[in-house]
């Protein structure tokens, strides 16, 4: 028979619940009430908080929350038995592993193990340097930072933020995607473009690429990608709308718009909007709240997730090699992780977090039996590109005071393209311009260029000299100014990084809402006769709609610890019920 602890301890006359530390052992804590009643062996103390008595060895617990505990004569352990022996194994501690993590030890799931390839947590979380600045090679921004974002409650209950973003002012503005930053615009003659000029071209792609959202409600698409749609749509209302403006200042115009591809191929993480499903691309939904940045890295957020997990939870420099699962009947066929060095782990559920990037490549040898058909197709249909950054500092500022980004805009690209004829010799065409890292007392004169796609594939396997020696003469070309020289550089590259395979996912051509609902769905499925919930999958990848994101990671990492959290619940009545 279980009991409520809260419950219990009325019974047993000791309240408040106050539990004395008694003999530890290695991975066990015993202890016993203050008035010496029943003994209780608890395996996680993370459902405990800590309390060490003033001028005593005494070190005082108490429970965080309600559990379930076996009622014994003498001892009795911290949970009902068919969930404190859950083996679950995840694979990848990014956020989403960690996250899932965080819920299930925090529900009483005590046999939790990460499995993690690399020699550090975070995955495509990951702060890094420049000179004596942190710059952010990995996630930049909270996107969306408001109360429905968990990344913007997490980081503000762990005090990671500048006390702007935790304004209502700042959580209530809806920018939908689109931060209202001061521009300043270069051309590649070497002259700075007039509002005039640029004005009107940010204004018309603006609204096409918002009419390319709402296909995916409405449905009727005339084309079958984002790119495709946007160029004949521009073409179109620019002939009629600037038929007035003279020749010069139309081409240029028109090489803004080239230019506002090229942001939204980094946006997107595509190589090219032509990439990029019209019928899907409405599927992304955004938070209201200006986006923020952690001043001190975003790194300082897994640290802290890291902080209230058990010591050696993860496993480091860990690959999975194989995931074994089972789509028949036969339970005697056990759910099993193999790892490249050799070592099998039994489980009786695993979630699977790896990126989008490495699952095109790699799912063939990470599941067996292989992925059902439907999933494979799913993942093949989904996009999944390269973003990198490329952080640059000068010695003084050649933009304005309130500069906030800055755009490169090419004078013979009034076709509109998104792409260069010339990877080799002209990647750095890619390079849509800089956002300028603020505030400036903190960051100094530093630049964060944003390339997107094979150019910045390229990019990456350029020596760091050569891609100093591009930006150099790229900025000396924009600005006219022949002695400028970058300090130092530093620069991403997701795409040879062998366990992310790229940047982040977009809704690829002839996707659809089902593609990720595909993702999502874990083996086997529902019907099977086979053991439930054997491979659970989580990532940014696996969001409906926050896809790409690091807030849609976090979330799917709760949602697949839920879902395990409702099995058990319904498995064992005394387990408290998941609000999923």
């Known amino acids: 028979m279980y009991y409520n602890v809260m419950m219990l301890f009325t019974v047993y006359g000791d309240a408040p619940l106050l539990l004395q530390s008694m003999t530890p052992a290695k991975n066990e804590t015993y202890f016993e009430t203050s008035n010496r009643k029943p003994f209780f062996l608890v395996h996680s103390l993370s459902l405990f908080t800590r309390e060490r008595e003033a001028d005593s060895e005494v070190v005082r617990y108490q429970l965080r929350k309600p559990v379930f505990v076996r009622n014994q004569p003498a001892m009795s352990t911290l949970m009902n038995h068919t969930v404190m022996d859950t083996r679950i194994v995840i694979v990848g501690s990014g956020i989403s592993g960690l996250s899932a993590a965080h819920k299930l030890i925090k529900s009483g799931f005590i046999n939790v193990r990460i499995l993690e390839s690399t020699a550090r947590s975070g995955g495509r979380v990951k702060t890094g340097r420049l000179g004596d600045n942190v710059v952010e090679i990995g996630a930049n921004w909270i996107h969306g930072p408001s109360e429905e974002n968990p990344v913007f409650r997490l980081a503000r209950q762990y005090g990671l933020l500048d006390p702007e973003a935790l304004t209502p002012e700042n959580q209530a503005l809806d920018i939908g995607g689109n931060p209202p930053w001061v521009p300043n615009m270069f051309s590649s003659s070497g002259r700075r473009l007039t509002p005039e000029e640029f004005e009107p071209a940010e204004e018309m792609f603006g ?48 090489c803004v718009i080239s230019n506002m591809f090229k942001v939204n191929c980094c946006i997107n993480g595509t190589h090219s909007l032509d990439e990029v499903g019209l019928g899907a691309y409405g599927l992304y939904k955004t938070l209201p709240g200006l986006d923020c940045t952690f001043p001190r890295g975003y790194e300082g957020l897994i640290e802290n997730l890291m902080s209230e997990l058990p010591e050696g939870l993860v496993s480091y420099n ?42 095109k490549k790699h799912h063939s040898a990470l599941f067996c039996p292989p992925l059902p058909l439907h999933k494979i197709h799913s993942i093949q249909r989904l996009g999944f590109g390269t973003n990198n950054k490329i952080f640059v500092e000068f010695d003084s500022p050649w933009w304005d005071a309130d500069c906030e980004v800055i755009h490169l805009v090419w004078d013979d690209e009034d076709e509109i393209v998104d792409q260069v004829p010339d990877i080799q010799t002209s990647w750095m065409k890619k390079l849509f311009g800089f956002t300028v890292l603020k505030p400036t007392e903190r960051y100094g004169y530093a630049l964060c260029g944003w390339i997107a796609g094979h150019e910045s594939e390229y990019m990456e396997t350029l020596s760091e000299q050569e891609v100093t020696h591009g930006i150099t003469q790229l900025v000396r070309r924009f600005t006219g100014n022949p002695t400028l020289t970058p300090k130092r550089i530093l620069r991403s590259q997701w795409f040879h990084d062998p366990w992310t395979c790229g940047s982040y996912t977009f809704p690829g051509k002839l996707c659809s809402a089902q593609d990720l609902k595909n993702m999502m769905e874990p083996l086997p499925k529902k019907r099977s006769q086979a053991q439930p919930l054997q491979v659970l999958f989580a990532g940014e990848a696996t969001h409906h709609c926050f896809y790409s994101t690091v807030h849609g990671a976090v979330l799917t990492g709760w949602r697949e610890a839920d879902r395990l959290i409702s099995h058990y619940s319904n498995v064992s009545p005394s387990l408290p019920k998941s609000n999923l």
């Open 318 to 359: 860990t690959p999975v090699k194989c995931v074994h699962w089972n789509n028949t009947e036969k339970r005697d066929e056990a759910l099993t992780v193999e790892c490249d060095d050799g070592e099998r782990i039994a489980a009786d559920h695993v979630i699977v977090t790896v990126p989008l990037g490495y699952l």
């Open 207 to 254: 609204k096409v690429l918002n009419e390319s959202s709402e296909f995916e409600s409405k449905g009727g698409e005339p084309r079958a990608t984002v790119g495709e749609y946007i160029r004949s749509e521009v073409k179109q209302q620019a002939a009629e709308e600037w038929k007035d403006v003279d020749t010069k200042t139309r081409s240029t115009r028109l």
